[in-house]
C-alpha cells in the first residue's frame, strides 16, 4: 500500500475506538475474609480500528487482551475511559442503543466447541442473528443463511447438521458465519485459531483474510503468538500488564521490534525459515509478570527486562515515535544508550552473564 493510502487510512475516522480504557476487577476474598486489593486488568489503553483493516492485539495470557476486547464491545462496563462506535459515544449505552451497537460488533471465541449450542442445528445457529437483527423470515431466511454457509466455505448442506457431527476447523467457519450474520462492522477474534492444528490455522486465517476483502470489516486480532498476529495484521499492538508498550506497522513490530518485550515474544516464536532461524538470537525473560494488583511504580517489564537500567526502576516510560512507524514506551529510546527512535540492537537484550536462563527457553 502505498504512503498516501496509508496516510488516508489514518486520518479517516475510525469504526471502533477505545480512549483510554481501565478496568478493574474486585480483588477475590481472602480466606479470612479480607478482600484483596483491586486487580488493574486494563490500564490506560487506547486504540482504534478502521474498516478493511486489522489490528493484531498480542501479549503473554493475562496481559488483559481478552478484557480489552470486551470492553470495546461493551460486554463488560469500563472503570475509566470511553468507547466510541463511529462517531456515537457507546461507553454507557442501555437498551436499544446498546442492542444496535452490538449488532455492530461481533465476536468470535477461542473455542468453537463450547461456543456452539449443541442442541441446535447449524442453519439455525447461523439463522438465529438474520432474524433478531435483521428481520428476515422463511426463504429469504434460508437463502441468507445458504449465502453465509458458501461465504465461509461450507454448503447448503451443512444448514441441517448438528455442531457435534463437524470438524474443530467447521465448527469454527460455523461461528465466523455467525459473527457475520448480523452483517457487522467489527469483528472481534479472540485466540479464534488457537484451538485449531497448524493446517486448519492458516485455512481460518486465510478465510478471515478473504471474508475482510469482501465485507470491509474492521478486526481486532487478538492472540498470544505473534507469529500467527503478524500473518494478519496490519497494525499490531503489543500489550503487557494491562498497558500498550508497543505498536505500529505490523512488518516494523515484527522485524524490528522497539521494546525489549515485543522482542522476547518474538523470540519465542519458532521461526519457519533457516535463514532467519540463524539471524535471531534468544530473549531470555526471566521469572514472571508482577501481579496486575501490585503493580511497579516504572515501567511495567523492568523486573523482567534484560536491558533495564536505572530509570525504568522508577518512572513509566511514555510512548515516543519509533522510525519506520508506530511507538513504543521504552526509556532505551529516549535515554538509553543513544537508539533515538531506532530498533533495539540485540546485544542489549541478550540475558547478562550472572543471570540463569529461564521460562522463554
Ligand atoms: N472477571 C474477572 N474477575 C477478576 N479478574 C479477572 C476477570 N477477568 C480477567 N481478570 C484478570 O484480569 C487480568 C487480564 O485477564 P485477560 O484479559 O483474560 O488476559 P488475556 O486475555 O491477555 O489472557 C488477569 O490478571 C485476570 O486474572
Ligand atoms: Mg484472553
Redesign the pocket.
Known amino acids: 500500500m502505498s504512503a498516501v493510502t496509508e496516510a488516508t487510512v489514518e486520518s479517516a475516522t475510525p469504526v471502533l475506538e477505545g480512549v483510554d480504557l481501565v478496568?478493574e476487577?474486585?480483588?477475590?476474598t481472602s480466606l479470612f475474609g479480607r478482600a484483596s486489593s483491586k486487580?488493574r486488568?486494563?490500564d490506560g489503553v487506547t486504540l482504534r480500528l478502521h474498516a478493511g483493516r486489522t489490528l493484531g492485539l498480542v501479549?503473554?495470557?493475562?496481559?488483559?487482551?481478552?478484557?480489552?476486547?470486551?470492553l470495546l464491545l461493551r460486554l463488560?462496563d469500563v472503570t475509566g475511559g470511553e468507547v466510541h462506535l463511529g462517531a456515537d459515544d457507546v461507553t454507557r449505552a442501555r437498551g436499544r442503543d446498546l442492542n444496535q451497537a452490538r449488532r455492530a460488533m461481533q465476536m468470535v471465541f477461542q473455542d468453537p466447541y463450547s461456543s456452539l449450542n449443541p442442541t441446535m442445528r447449524i442453519g439455525d445457529i447461523i439463522g438465529e442473528p438474520v432474524t433478531f437483527h435483521r428481520g428476515l423470515k422463511g426463504a429469504e431466511l434460508d437463502a441468507e443463511v445458504d449465502r453465509l454457509l458458501i461465504s465461509v466455505g461450507l454448503s447448503p448442506e451443512h444448514a441441517r447438521r448438528f455442531p457435534d457431527e463437524m470438524s474443530g476447523g467447521q465448527r469454527q467457519r460455523v461461528a465466523i458465519a455467525r459473527a457475520l450474520a448480523p452483517d457487522p462492522k467489527i469483528l472481534v477474534c479472540?485466540?479464534a485459531v488457537s484451538a485449531l492444528d497448524i493446517s486448519i490455522q492458516s485455512q481460518i486465517l486465510n478465510l478471515l483474510l478473504k471474508l475482510q476483502r469482501e465485507f470491509g470489516v474492521a478486526i481486532l486480532f487478538?492472540s498470544?503468538d505473534l507469529s500467527v498476529v503478524r500473518h494478519v495484521s496490519h497494525e499490531i499492538a503489543v500489550?503487557y500488564l494491562?498497558q500498550i508498550v508497543e505498536f505500529g506497522p505490523a512488518d516494523r513490530v515484527a522485524d524490528s521490534p522497539a521494546h525489549p518485550y515485543t522482542a522476547a515474544l518474538l523470540s519465542a516464536v519458532p521461526e519457519a525459515k533457516p535463514s532467519h532461524r540463524r539471524a535471531r538470537q534468544k530473549v531470555v525473560l526471566r521469572g514472571d509478570p508482577p501481579?496486575?494488583?501490585r503493580r511497579p511504580a516504572g515501567c511495567p517489564f523492568a523486573s523482567r527486562c534484560p536491558a533495564a537500567f536505572e530509570p525504568c526502576h522508577e518512572t513509566r516510560p511514555e510512548h515516543t515515535p519509533v522510525n519506520g512507524g508506530g511507538t513504543a514506551a521504552c526509556h532505551l529510546q529516549t535515554q538509553g544508550p543513544k537508539l533515538g527512535g531506532r530498533s533495539l540492537p540485540i546485544e542489549l537484550l541478550r540475558a547478562r552473564p550472572d543471570e540463569a536462563p529461564s521460562a522463554a527457553d
Request: charged share 25%; no cysteine; hydrophobic share 30%.
Open positions: 478496568k476487577f474486585a480483588g477475590r486487580v486488568a486494563v501479549g503473554e495470557s493475562g496481559s488483559g487482551k481478552s478484557t480489552v476486547g470486551r463488560l479472540d485466540e487478538v498470544h500489550m494491562g501481579s496486575p494488583s
